[in-house]
Each structure stands twice: as C-alpha cells, then as structure tokens.
C-alpha cells in the first residue's frame, strides 16, 4: 500500500516543514476526494515519527461516525497503547510543599485547605468552565502522554462531530499559552472539497479564527498519469488506448486508481480488459465485485463480512464485528487476512480500517437492507458498549425502530444529567425530534430538575420531585427515576431512608426485568450493595457483589466497560469484606485505573482518585501508618497538579491526610484540628460532615480542649435523636466517643449510662475488636483513674497491647473512635 510520494505531494510536504521551523503551526490540506491527502499525511507522519520530535495524535473523522460525541479524539487516545512515562511538574501548590512536613499556622493553613477543597475553582477551571467532564478528561490524558511537542493530524476534517470540532478550537488556542503543555503544538487538517458542500460554516470558522496557512492538491493530470500508475505499483507497461480509458474512468483518483493497477496486475492478458464496461465510476464496485467472485465462496463470506463492517464504520474492532456477524474471532481473523491481501483493508493492533472510505462506501451500497444490518449494529452496541446510549439511539434510528430509539435517547439524556455534563441545542433538537414518539416531556422535566437538586446536595427537594414522577413509563426509565431516588435516600442518616434505598433497588435484582439493559442493571446492583450497608445488612451485601463480580467476568471478553467496573467494586470492598482483604482490593484498583510503570497518565483520573482515597484509608485502619500517609501525600499532590479534574469532595482526601499524618506522627494534634476547623468553613451539611465532626470532637479532646469536644459530641447526639431509626455506625461512633468525654469530665455516672447503651447495640466492623475494647474501657472507667484528654489517647495502647493482637483494625489511638472516609459511590 505505501509507494513514494509524487513530485507536488513532496512539494507541500517540504513546504509544511519549513513554515514549521519558522514557527507556523496550523496546515490545511484541501482537495477534492483522490488527490492524495492520505498518502501526504502518512508521509509527513512517518517523518516526523523518526525525528522522534513529536507525539503524533492521528485523530480520524469517520462519515458513519458523524454523530459519535468526540469520536476521532477518542478513537485516537484509545489507540495510543504506548504512553511513555511523564512525570508531570507543571503545578506545585502550597499543599505539596507543605503536606506533612512542615507546621501550618495561621493564614498559611487556611490557605492549605481553602486551595485544596476549592482547587478546581482555580485559575484553570476559570479558564474553562466551558468544557465538560468528558473535555477534561481528554485534555488530562494529552497532556500526560508524552512530554514531546504535539501534532494534532485532523484527517476527514468534515467529518468531524461537532463536539471533537470545539475541543480542537480549545486546543488550538492554547498554542501560544506560554503555561500551556499544547504550546506549539502543530495542527495539520485534512478536508476533501466536494463533501465540505454541508459544512461552509466549518471552513469559515477555521479559516477566520485561526492563521491557517492553505495548502491545495490538485487532481492529477492526464499527462502525468503513465508516472502515476509506475509510482503507484504498476508491474507492467500500458498501452495508450488503455492508459486514456483507465483516466476517463478514475478521473486521476489515487485511490481508484490503486483500485484499479490491482485489477491490472492480477490480469494476464490487456487486450481481454474492457474497461469501457467501467465507465461510469459508480461501477468501480464491478472490479471489486469480480475480484470477489474469482475466490469462489470465501469471496462471498469476505463480502457479507465487509458489508456489515461498512456499518461500523471507517475503523472497527474484532470485538464489533464478532458480535454483529455472529462469526467466532479464527473466523473472522482469517477473513480480514483474505480482505487485506486484496487491499480493502488493512489492520493495525487490534484494529481493521478501511483502506479509504470510498472503499467503505461500496460496501455500504451493496446492502440490501440496511434496516436488519444496522438493527444488527445496535444489537451489537448493546452488547459490547452499553452505555453508548447516543450511538445505539442513532443506529436504531437507521433500522426504523423509532420507540426504540427514542427510549434510548432518554437514557443518553439521563446520562448527561448524571454526568453533570452540558448539554448542547443541538443535543436536545436531535432528541426531542425522535423521543415524540414517547410521552415523556415531564419526565424529562422531573429528572433534570431532581438531578440539579442532588447536585446541590438538596436531597429533600430531589425526593419530593422524583416522588412527582408516575410509574407508567416504560421500566427502564423507571429504573433511572429510582436509581436517582435510591441515592438521595442513602445521603440521609435515618435508617427508615436507607431502607426504603435498599426496598426501591430490590425490584431490579434480576437483569430481565430492565431488558437487558447491563449498564443501568449494573450501577444499580452497585448502589443496593452500598444500601445493604446502610442498614447493617451485610450478608445480602456480600451476595450482590458476588453475584455481579461474576456476571462482569463472564463479560470482560466483550463489554469494554466489564474492567472497569470491576475495579469499581474492587475500591468500594471494605464495605462488604475485612479489612485486609478490602486493602488487596483497593491495591489492585489503583494499580488498575492509575500510572502504570510504563504509563504516565492514569486510566480513569476519577476513578484513581476514589481508589487511592480508599487504599489509603483501608491502610490506615490496618495500622500501617506510615504507608498510609504516603499515600495520602501522593493523594493530595494528585489532586495539587491536575487543577483541570474536578474531583469531588476532596474534604474526605483531606480527612484520611490528617488522620494518617497524626498516627505516622507527620503531623501534630494541633495541627490536623487547624486543618478540621478550616474544611467546616468550606463545605456543605452531608452524612460525611457528621463523620468529620466526629473526628474533630476527637482531635479537640486529644488536645486537652474537652469542652469542646463535648459540646460537638452533644450537638450531633441532638441530631440524632431527631431522627427515626439512626444509622447504627454514626450512633456507635458519636456515643462511644461522647461516653469517653463525659468520664474525662468527671462525668462518671453520663459516661456509664453511655457505656451500657452502647452495649446492647448491635456489632459493627470487627465484633472481636470492638467487643474487647467496650470491656477494656468499663474496667477503666471502674478504676476512676484521672487522666487527661491527651494522656487518654494512646492509654489504652500503652496498657493494653492485647486489644491490637485481637484485630487486625490497629486504628491509632484505640482510647478514641476516629473515622476513615471513603468512596462508595460509582461516580
């Protein structure tokens, strides 16, 4: 397929890299459909590759993938395998300098934690308050991948979705941001002349907004044709009369004539050729079509197979096409082997393109029924990606399955909501146009406004709107009513909320019930394990995850989503399993969604934060104090250096930093109170504000400052006996804590009211480890001993060792409950 370039391809070639030392940086190359665009780019790619100057993004449009939201950026990221390593000083804060090692008073520890819990409202996030989730994380994983300067190759520009579009504009602005790791990146766009005839608005906005500098191939001239066809491959002479029907019917296409030279170096004899029969160009498909026909029945199974292949698109997997051929991968490996020896295709990885999508386009001609081939493709999408809800609600479209779609396009609307992401005009054009087909306007409606209130943290209001929400829709938007409904309930502290979580979710434990739907049955199985917890339920808890850790195995071959969610669970394991065990769990996490030693940019940057806020909370609990801190430092300068995430509730990172830096003696008593008083400035009332209020009614008693401590204590005791049927773990924690407050008061006869509460609730986490430790404190409360707030912190540690031996939670301390925090959500 390669052959050398042609004198005026090599001509735009050597002038693209003059102007680029000159310290010009943006290309058009423009011309109509075979003028050899392709050929300059792979050309120009191979160069630069072996000057080993540039990180080459090839960052493809695909006309079938139009309307897939940033489909040529992601197809490329995710083809990138290689990242070299890049350890990234681009940002130090004070947090960083300072985390650990050196004492925060005064103005310098307010900033500490005022920078880190509004850390994504800084200068960056200012700077692009415009650019979603999905933005973020692309610009997170370029800029992690390689140090070098950046060439962005946009190729088939005017296929390009409207989205990839405006990322691409972002990114070429911050060409000249001296701060910026895309200063100098070279932009080099691929557009073809005829198919920009929709897309004018599209030439205007690059040509206006940005100094492009044009560069235009011409079609090739008959003249230099014969040179062309030799250049190319052509194994043999040509005679005249040939040589001028051949240019009559390729019009100087390079790639038909590519087609075409095959077609000439497969036949013996030219004087049988009758291409005159070929003169209309839409009759190309003929050679193909005979070249088919001459391998019998395997050219007949290549042909089904391409024609489905032609529905993915221009790029597609192994995986896709097994699944929409129903043909196993030997099968189909072997097919491609056939396809590529006859120049239709070509693979790359574990990757098959289209050599050119006019090749594509045959195939796609030659169906019979598009609606079963694409019915086929959304069946397909259903499997191996079902969350893609845009591109399953497109392709279903395509069969005429117009319910069908609009359902879909709900879920994918949903999904923005959940996502928090913005949601264009143009989005919601397309969806209303098709969800006509189903009554769902207040629907839409309900849950925007619910999803908005949770986002607030107003979990009443949400409620009280999704209550609005009538149970006549189809299941599964029912399902994502309730699943919305089942996480505002589990954000309230009575237990009677959290049972009705665990009620709501239960009516979905069996995948039929939502139709197969796998992403939606999946995150809601997810959050009812999380629900079991909250009620103390951990058995039931134990046999969904069992149940779902299987059903994700059985689909890691297929579903590209199945790891991920996998190492989900894996983080989240200390809800359901030991301690030392949930510690493996989040350990392979980490190693899972963050840098790997060859790798320099995490997998998931979220989801790297929730596991290694979890790993280092799990061993903290296991007493490996200092391990833990580290970890919370390398959490915290996570956070610091990666100012375009927005990661949320960073008070929880802040609180495992605190209290692992206390244990590993990094950081004083006074010094993490100092840094508890600060969060309390900055965030909103939520269930993990009661655990860091306990923590604080802790860390002001270990400080001598008992008053304190009690009147927090007293406030969140009052809190709780205003609500029904209090969840048992802030119970537990509030008055073991506040019955250790009142004895050091002096307060004896509180304290052993306290104390025999507390024994006749139930167990929590370690039965031996608790049960011991009420034991050791009644004794010492019988022995009246008079010690103070600080003294009674490692008291129980000095005096009795064997309560540590009985466990394998170590917390620090052991005279006092603290609390690690974790993240259990999906997102």
């Not at 191939?217 to 043999?236: A, C, E, F, Q, W």
Request: with cysteine.
């Amino acid at each position: 397929m390669k052959h050398a370039l042609l004198d005026h391809q090599r001509k735009i070639k050597h002038e693209i890299f003059n102007k680029m030392k000159e310290s010009r940086n943006f290309f058009i190359v423009e011309g109509v459909s075979g003028t050899g665009k392709s050929f300059l780019r792979q050309d120009i790619i191979n160069e630069l590759f072996l000057t080993n100057e540039f990180e080459i993004f090839l960052m493809e449009g695909d006309k079938n993938c139009i309307t897939r939201e940033y489909y040529p950026i992601e197809q490329c990221l995710s083809s990138k395998q290689n990242i070299s390593k890049h350890q990234n000083e681009v940002f130090k804060s004070t947090v960083a300098k300072t985390a650990g090692a050196v004492p925060l008073f005064g103005k310098a520890l307010e900033n500490f934690v005022h920078e880190l819990l509004n850390y994504n409202n800084n200068k960056f996030r200012n700077y692009n308050t415009h650019l979603t989730d999905t933005e973020r994380d692309i610009i997170f994983r370029m800029r992690h991948i390689s140090k070098k300067r950046f060439l962005i190759y946009a190729e088939n520009f005017q296929w390009w979705d409207e989205k990839s579009t405006d990322l691409l504009y972002q990114i070429m602005k911050e060409n000249q941001n001296e701060n910026s790791f895309l200063k100098n990146a070279v932009v080099i766009i691929n557009w073809t002349d005829e198919e920009l005839a929709n897309y004018q608005n599209l030439k205007i906005d690059v040509s206006g907004n940005f100094e492009f500098i044009p560069f235009k191939l011409d079609v090739i001239k008959k003249k230099n044709y014969t040179n062309v066809l030799h250049s190319m491959g052509l194994k043999k002479g040509i005679k005249n009369d040939l040589l001028n029907d051949l240019y009559s019917i390729t019009g100087g296409h390079l790639h038909l004539t590519k087609v075409m030279i095959n077609y000439l170096n497969d036949s013996n004899d030219q004087s049988s050729i009758k291409l005159e029969e070929l003169a209309d160009t839409n009759q190309i498909s003929t050679l193909i079509q005979d070249r088919l026909k001459n391998l019998g029945a395997a050219g007949q199974v290549i042909d089904e197979v391409l024609k489905y292949a032609s529905v993915l698109g221009i790029s597609f997997t192994f995986f896709e096409l097994e699944k929409i051929t129903n043909k196993n991968q030997e099968e189909l490996q072997y097919i491609i082997k056939e396809a590529n020896k006859l120049h239709f295709v070509e693979q790359a990885n574990k990757k098959v393109n289209f050599i050119h999508e006019f090749i594509r386009s045959l195939f796609e001609k030659k169906l019979e029924d598009t609606k079963t081939y694409y019915y086929a493709y959304a069946e397909c999408l259903k499997v191996i990606k079902p969350s893609d809800y845009i591109a399953r609600a497109r392709a279903m479209l395509k069969a005429s399955c117009l319910k069908e779609a609009a359902l879909l396009y709900v879920l994918a609307y949903i999904q923005k909501l959940r996502n928090n992401d913005i949601i264009k005009t143009e989005f919601l054009e397309e969806i209303f146009i098709s969800i006509k087909e189903l009554d769902v306007e207040e629907y839409i409606e309900l849950m925007q406004q619910a999803y908005k209130e949770y986002n607030n943290k107003e979990f009443d209001k949400a409620i009280e709107h999704l209550s609005w929400i009538e149970d006549t829709y189809p299941t599964v938007l029912k399902a994502e009513r309730d699943y919305l409904l089942a996480m505002c309930l589990t954000k309230k502290i009575d237990r009677s909320h959290r049972q009705d979580s665990v009620s709501i979710l239960e009516n979905y434990r069996d995948l039929d019930t939502l139709e197969a739907e796998s992403e939606l049955w999946s995150r809601i199985l997810s959050l009812l394990i999380i629900s079991y917890i909250h009620i103390n339920d951990k058995e039931s808890a134990k046999k969904i995850e069992k149940d779902l850790m299987l059903y994700l195995h059985e689909r890691v071959e297929y579903d590209l989503n199945a790891k991920d969610k996998i190492n989900i669970l894996r983080r989240k394991s200390s809800a359901v399993h030991s301690i030392s065990l949930a510690q493996r769990n989040t350990q392979k996490s980490v190693k899972y969604f963050g840098p790997s030693e060859e790798s320099g940019a995490p997998l998931n940057p979220i989801q790297y934060y929730f596991a290694l806020n979890n790993h280092v909370a799990n061993t903290f609990v296991l007493g490996k104090f200092e391990e833990s801190h580290r970890d919370a430092n390398k959490l915290i300068e996570y956070i610091t250096i990666n100012p375009e995430i927005e990661f949320p509730r960073t008070e929880n990172a802040l609180n495992n930093f605190v209290l692992s830096g206390i244990a590993a003696k990094k950081i004083s008593l006074q010094e993490g109170l100092g840094i508890f008083t600060e969060i309390f400035k900055e965030t909103k009332s939520s269930a993990d504000r009661i655990l860091l209020r306990i923590n604080q009614s802790v860390l002001f008693a270990a400080t001598n400052q008992l008053d304190e401590s009690l009147s927090v204590l007293t406030e969140l005791k009052n809190l709780l006996i205003n609500k029904s049927n209090i969840e048992l773990y802030y119970q537990y924690y509030i008055d073991s804590n506040l019955m250790v407050v009142e004895y050091l008061l002096g307060n004896k006869p509180k304290a052993m009211e306290l104390w025999t509460n507390i024994s006749d609730l139930p167990s929590i986490g370690d039965e031996n480890y608790y049960v011991k430790r009420h034991e050791i404190i009644k004794v010492i409360f019988d022995s009246n001993i008079r010690i103070s707030g600080e003294e009674w912190l490692t008291y129980i540690d000095k005096n009795y060792p064997e309560l540590i031996e009985r466990s394998k939670e170590k917390s620090f301390g052991n005279g006092y409950l603290v609390s690690d925090i974790q993240f259990w959500s999906e997102s």
